[in-house]
């Protein structure tokens, strides 16, 4: 039973850790000296070995400090491997930490884990899996944001800028659903082996739901599909970057039923997902000086004002991935425009 003492005890040490700006807003789990102890340990690194330093104040993610916020958002110590992971991959230089977390946009890192490890430490990759309900996928999310925020000093309203935030700013974590996915898994395709456990980050807004559940084929799914990676808002049309598009199981067996594969999707989404010179000028950051986005493809006449301008600049920069349950939901993560960064997980 939990007595008054302990109680009042854990909301005096929550007012302290608030008071000090350490938190997100939510309760913590006090970080003493021999949980961190039993963190380090388990990864396997000396205490004060740095692991990554963390922009926009360049502070030093050493094992210890990445175990204390770790504990604090509520993880085992056998989560340790998949946050150095993280830390790694959110610091490299490709995703450009520092600017997304001073930013006025939205975008969260999103962390994406892939492997046997997804299995091991519990990962929902299925139902709801952007949704609550999981430690595994709460904890990690909110431990790498946790520590971005901490060490690398992007508090809200000082360095973190962002006019609107989103919700993937608490806690932003999901598996790839490997078993259900008819195509090799995403860190696959990038150069590593299924049986290794892997993450990948990407700067992304909320998930936007794409829904058609009428569709038999690979056309009109991913029509729809491609109608809402058109939005005039989104940094896409406007900034170089990557486009993610997250299939649900039974739309993306739809597709591979019909023969296609992975390449075929992207080739599809970058002949169709596409919006006039006209309509572009409308929105953005140039408005219509279109000839001044610095991203301009020089394949597409700013002249022409009814020429068409792919979301991403080349094939590639639309990345596939399957996660989810049952029901024919997909969605598409807009970015902030830099480049997803994918890294084995060493146990």
């Known amino acids: 039973m939990i007595t008054e003492e302990i109680a009042a005890d854990a909301l005096d040490m929550f007012e ?3 008071s000090a700006g350490w938190t997100d807003g939510l309760p913590v789990i006090p970080p003493t000296a021999r949980r961190v102890a039993e963190f380090v ?3 396997g690194r000396g205490a004060d070995e740095v692991v ?7 502070g030093a993610a050493t094992t210890e400090k990445i175990a204390a916020n770790a504990i604090m958002a ?7 491997p998949v946050l150095i992971a993280a830390l790694q991959a959110a610091t490299d230089p490709a995703m450009n930490i520092g600017g997304m977390q001073c930013s006025t946009h939205m975008a969260s890192p999103l962390l994406i884990v892939h492997g046997p490890i997804r299995d091991e430490l519990g990962i929902n990759s299925g139902a709801n899996s952007f949704g609550q309900g999981v430690r595994a996928n709460a904890t990690l999310g909110r431990a790498l944001k946790l520590a971005l925020v901490n060490i690398g000093g992007s508090h809200p309203g000082e360095a973190d800028k962002a006019t609107l935030g989103q919700p993937g700013k608490f806690t932003f974590c999901i598996g790839e659903n ?3 996915s008819p195509w090799p898994a995403l860190h696959v395709d990038r150069g590593l082996s299924k049986t290794d456990s892997a993450v990948t980050l990407y700067g992304a807004e909320g998930p936007q739901n794409i829904n058609n559940q009428a569709a038999d084929n690979p056309f009109d799914i991913l029509t729809t599909v491609a109608g809402m990676m058109t939005n005039l808002g989104s940094n896409h049309l406007f900034i170089q970057g990557e486009s993610f598009v997250v299939l649900c199981p039974e739309h993306a067996q739809i597709i591979a039923d019909a023969g296609w594969t992975k390449a075929d999707i992207k080739h599809f989404l970058f002949q169709n997902a596409t919006r006039s010179v006209r309509e572009i000028g409308a929105g953005g950051i140039h408005g219509r000086k279109v000839r ?3 991203t301009w493809p020089r394949f597409v006449d700013a002249d022409d004002l009814d020429a068409r301008v792919p979301v991403t600049r080349r094939v590639d920069d639309i ?3 399957v996660t989810g349950g049952p029901g024919r939901h997909s969605a598409y993560l807009p970015g902030w425009g830099t480049r997803s960064v994918t890294r084995k997980i060493e146990a």
Do not use: Q, S, W
């Open 16 to 18: 302290t850790f608030v």
């Open 41 to 43: 340990e388990r990864a």
């Open 52 to 58: 990554a330093e963390v922009a926009p104040l360049g």
């Open 74 to 80: 509520g993880c085992t110590p056998d989560h340790m």
């Open 178 to 180: 490997e078993e259900d």
């Open 292 to 294: 001044n986005y610095p």
């Open 319 to 321: 990345t596939i991935i």
